[in-house]
């Protein structure tokens, strides 16, 4: 989807660091900043941060309340500078208040909180690539085209209510489902799964 959108890619790489009690000599120090360098944990944003202006992210933290910049906001990058990343909002209630805002590095700290877990911190713009999103992260929000790719089913109760339910407009939504059965109108069936025992009265 990037390479689909005109203009110049701008790299941006964090700076990792482990937090690890341990004591580690310096190679030992720059083996384990390599490796951190490769993963893209949950709720953190990638070491390497490829942008261009006019490309879609989505924020992963608590930026302002007050404004509607919140995690899981959408917004198309206006300007790409060396320390400071201009956006707009595209959803949630950010659209309607500050159209501009900036978007600096930040202290994004991942833990694993199991017995000798990893732990580690970067230093990076915390936003991420979001031409698409899961289903989970769509919810609550209204998108006015939605493209909706079910090339593998859903697996929970309300997922597919969720997903049709994202466009303002039904008619602006459009589905990927291949090598589905069809019915008599070559119309593709995919599963919707319900819970009933959730939709019985208390």
Excluded: W
């Excluded at 900043?33 to 949950?42: E, F, G």
């Excluded at 790409?80 to 159209?99: C, F, H, M, P, Y």
């Excluded at 090339?151 to 291949?178: C, I, K, M």
């Amino acid at each position: 989807m990037m390479d689909n959108v005109p203009g110049q890619v701008r790299e941006y790489l964090s700076t990792d660091k482990p937090l690890d009690e341990r004591p580690l000599d310096i190679d030992e120090i720059e083996s384990e900043v390599a490796a951190l360098n490769q993963r893209t944990d949950s709720g953190m944003p990638p070491h390497c941060l490829r942008l261009k202006v006019g490309c879609v992210v989505v924020l992963l933290i608590n930026k302002s309340d007050r404004e509607g910049l919140i995690n899981g906001t959408r917004i198309v990058i206006e300007e790409l500078g060396e320390d400071k990343i201009t956006g707009r909002a595209i959803n949630g209630t950010a659209v309607g208040g500050q159209v501009r805002f900036f978007i600096e590095r930040t202290r994004n700290v991942y833990e694993d909180k199991a017995p000798g877990g990893l732990k580690y911190e970067r230093l990076q713009f915390p936003i991420k690539s979001a031409f698409a999103m899961t289903i989970l992260k769509g919810q609550g929000q209204t998108i006015r085209t939605v493209g909706i790719d079910l090339e593998r089913e859903v697996f929970s109760h309300g997922q597919l209510y969720t997903a049709f339910s994202r466009a303002s407009d039904g008619n602006n939504v459009r589905v990927y489902a291949p090598n589905r059965e069809t019915d008599a109108h070559g119309r593709a069936k995919v599963l919707n799964i319900v819970a009933t025992n959730m939709l019985q009265l208390q």
